[in-house]
Structures are given as C-alpha cells and as structure tokens.
C-alpha cells in the first residue's frame, strides 16, 4: 500500500487525467472504479491492501480482482511520472534540469534502440550541456559513453570520438571518486539507520575516510564528492561533541555549496541541519528555530527531509518546555497524508515523541482540547509498545526513551501491583546490562532514580534524599557534554524528574 500511497500523492489528479486521455482502453465501469480507487488513496481511506480489497471486492488483498486493479492504478501512476509539470514553483533550477535530463536520456536510449540515430544523438548533446552545468556526473560518463559509441563506430568521426572518449574517461574516474565517498559515508551511518546508540570507535573510522578522499577533494570542484567529503568531516567533530567545530566545517560547505552557478538547495539543507543539530545540542534554542527556519526554505513538504526537520523542531520545543508548539508539530506530522508511507523507523519515533506529549498532557502542562486533531481515542501504552518494535531491538538507542515514558507513566499512577514490580526488576537488569559505557551514563543515573520511586513507597520527603547525589551527577554530566544521540532525551532527565517531584507534591499535598 505504500507504493501506492506514495505515487498517488506525487500525482496530480490532471496528470493521471491527461494519462487515461493518452490511451486508456478499460470499461467506464471499471476506469470509475479506478479513479475511486485513487481518489480513495489520497483521502486516507485505506491503511493496508486488505482494507482496499474488502471496500472493492469483500475479499482480502489476495483476490485476482483486486490485484488487477491495484496493477492497473500503479502502472497509470508511474505512467504519468512523465507528465512533469516542471514549471512548478515548488523545484529548483536543478531538480528541474534533473527531471528533465533523465527524461530526455530515457527517451534517448529508446531512439538508439529504434535505430532513429540521428534524433537520439541530438538528444544526446543537448542533454550533455545540461548536465555538465548541474554535475550530473553519472549522466555525462553514460551520455559520452553512447556518443564515443556512435562516433566511433558509426560515423567513422576521429575528431568527434575522441573529443567524447576523453570527456568519458575524465567523468569515469571523477565518477568513481565520487562513488567512493558515497560508499565510505553509507559505511559510516549505515548502523545508525534502526539505532541510536554510539559507536565507540565511530572517529577512527570518520578520521580514516576523510583522510583516504583527501586527495580527491583537492584535485576536483565535484558537488556531490565535496557533499559526502564534507558530511564525514561533520562526522568525525559530531561524533566527539564538538559542536562548535561541527558548525565551523557546516559554514564552510555552506560557503562551497552556495558559489555554485545553481542553487545546491539539498546541500544547502544538510549542512544547515547539521547546525541545527549543534545548536540544540548546545541549548541555543533560539538558533536553533532560526536555523530550523532557514532549512525549511530549501524543502518540499511531504519529502523524506520535510519530516526529519520536524523532528527537530519538536524535540527543541519539547526540551525549552515549549508543551503547546511542540503539540502543534504533533498533530500537522500525525495527520499528514504522507505519514503512513514514511519507513518503519521514522513513523515510530513520532510514535515515542507522541507518547511524550500524553505523558506532559497528563502531568497537567498542556492544557486538553489544545490540539487533539491528531488522536484517535486515549493513549494506550500496549498499542504504543506494538507500534514500537524496530526500535525495542535498540537496547542503547531508542528503546531507551521507549522503557522511561512506560517508567514514568507507571509511577505517575504510583502502580505498587506484582506485575509491575516484576518489571522493574527487568529494567533494573536491563539497565546494569546494557547501559553501563560512558556514553550511556546520563540514562544510567536516570534510571536508577526513577527506580526508586516504587522503592521508597512513592514517598517524595525520602524519594529526594535517596537521590541527592543522583540529581548533582546529572548536573555534572549536562546534555551538551553527553556522548549520546540527541534524540535520546526526547524532555531532559531534569525536567523529566522535577515533574515527577511536582506531582507526588501535589498528590501527597506536602512541600
């Protein structure tokens, strides 16, 4: 259902209109039952293929019915992918010209292969000039590679075969440099995809790629080798906090990016997402926002990068105790008709951040009614645990928010039950197994104390002055300095705690 999801919302309804105008040979009955199909997708109706197939069929996803329609819709949405409004505010000069290149290039290939020589080769050149100004540089060394072919043993042009040999030969090996880059940085981030916990010998590593594209870096002006050259270099100061040197290497790849003849609008938004990254990091919330702002300019809403920005903008809200705006980014990415089509990972860590909104919600800093348009009924933590699996693997990631917000809801309702002491004997081993390094350590304290709220009889007096020296360790160890991922603490553990103490205050009514 994702697939269909996805290329529903891509295209317009005039597209997939100007597509069945082109060449539809289907009934009226079943061209309807389609067009209600896809008018159906972009409300939101379906959340699976099956509740799709019971609407139209009473059967599951299975029925042959069912999976020709669904065939049919796709094909016509992809079909349509080459209709492209590229005079849309919403690209740039070079999303424009990628479009439009790889459009022309598929077109191109066809005409080779329909022997319509003379026609692809003008295509050819064209195209070639395109891609040259953008650095489309796999695009120039296939391009050159058709050209030397049909110079070379078409034509019988020396001149002309060796002017398009060369130009392949240079893009081939700046193509390979820059695949290089692209493969060392995957290898780098590739672990942090499902998990959030840090690696330990993650600056080696950094230190070790950056130095083997040097080199590379130094001989050619490529965008996408100087993008992956740089996010390594980001690598390598992130991965100790060094937030200020990672905002040193951002401005200079800002810099590099913006003397581009075109506007390098996703190279732009990395490294400004990488200070904002620092700037939350460093408690500068303000600009933070600002930064977060700035990001948003180079952004499509709806893109894999749109909701990742979000991310940040809620946890700055969350953690500068913003409850209300932090609610409001809540609701617009819950309700977004894109959401369900986001990867696994991503949709459960606005499940955990929603989690946290309930728990504020029910300490008494939001006010009900705020902004619920993002609820379906009251929140139930099992559901939330079964809408949380991929990060439940993420013992030194994720699943650490995931084990605190079941913590903290549990004591808010002062739970004194077996089962429930039981778990907390499993936390307490999960917790001694798996967050004993360095990086861990702020969770670590963390934890211990809130297991003491159930120990001492969710008495507050004795509660404070069995953690004592628990709290000043917190302070001695802030979020800035912390080695951890930033969306470990989706509140900070202080605030975190200080709710805690307000409400036993306010239940037991003492000082």
């Known amino acids: ?71 049919t819709l796709k094909d016509r949405l992809v079909n349509s992918l080459f209709i492209i409004d590229l005079k849309a505010a919403t690209y740039t000069d070079r999303q424009k010209a990628y479009y439009e290149c790889y459009k022309e290039w598929a077109a191109a290939k066809i005409l080779f292969g329909k022997n319509a020589r003379t026609v692809a080769t003008g295509l050819c050149k064209k195209i070639l000039k395109i891609a040259r100004k953008y650095e ?39 193509w390979l440099e820059e695949n290089r880059a692209e493969e060392l940085y995957i290898i780098l981030i590739i672990n942090f995809i499902n998990s959030k916990s840090t690696k330990t010998d993650f600056q080696e590593m950094a230190k070790a790629s950056y130095l083997q594209l040097s080199s590379a870096l130094d ?40 003397k581009k003849e075109f506007i ?33 300019k180079y952004l499509e809403e709806g893109t894999f990068n749109w909701f990742k920005l979000y991310e940040l903008y809620f946890l700055v809200y969350m953690h500068n105790s913003e409850f209300a705006q932090a609610e409001k980014v809540i609701g617009t990415i819950l309700s977004h008709p894109l959401f369900m089509s986001l990867p696994e990972n991503i949709q459960e860590s606005w499940r955990i951040f929603e989690a946290y909104v309930h728990f504020v919600e029910s300490m008494g800093l939001l006010p009900r009614g705020k902004d619920e348009s993002y609820k379906n009924g009251s929140f139930r933590l099992a559901k939330f645990f079964n809408e949380t699996r991929t990060f439940s693997k993420d013992k030194q990631g994720m699943n650490i928010p995931i084990l605190i917000v079941e913590l903290l809801f549990a004591i808010a309702k002062k739970k ?66 912390a080695n951890q991922a930033h969306e470990i603490e989706i509140i900070p553990y202080e605030k975190l705690w200080q709710m805690l103490l307000n409400a036993t205050e306010a239940s037991t009514g003492r000082a």
């Open 1 to 71: 259902m994702k697939d269909l999801l996805e290329l529903s919302l891509i295209v317009t309804k005039t597209k997939l209109r100007a597509v069945e105008l082109v060449g539809a040979s289907s009934s009226n009955k079943s061209s309807s039952k389609l067009q209600q199909f896809y008018d159906l997708l972009l409300e939101g109706r379906f959340k699976d293929d099956d509740e799709a197939a019971h609407y139209f069929y009473a059967k599951d996803k299975n029925d042959p019915g069912y999976q020709k329609l669904r065939k």
């Open 136 to 174: 489309f540089t796999e695009l120039i060394v296939d391009i050159c590679h058709a050209l030397r072919l049909y110079y070379g043993t078409i034509e019988g042009d020396i001149k002309k075969f060796h002017q398009y040999n060369e130009e392949f030969n240079l893009a081939s090996q700046l």
């Open 219 to 258: 001989r050619y002006d490529s965008y996408q080798l100087h993008l992956y050259g740089s996010l390594i270099q980001v690598a390598i100061y992130t991965s100790v906090n060094d937030y200020m040197q990672t905002i040193n290497v951002c401005d200079r790849a800002i810099v590099f990016f913006e």
């Open 264 to 296: 390098a609008n996703i190279s732009l938004h990395i490294f400004h997402y990488e200070k904002l990254i620092c700037y939350f990091q460093l408690r500068q919330f303000d600009q933070a926002i600002q930064t977060a702002n700035v990001c948003l």
């Open 416 to 481: 004194r039950d077996d089962a429930f002491l039981d778990r907390l004997e499993a936390i307490d081993k999960y917790r001694m197994r798996y967050l004993r390094e360095a990086q861990l350590k702020r969770t670590n304290i963390f934890l211990k104390m809130l297991l003491l709220f159930p120990k001492n009889g969710f008495k507050r007096e004795s509660i404070i002055a069995k953690t004592e020296h628990y709290l000043a360790a917190l302070h001695e160890l802030p979020i800035e300095v």
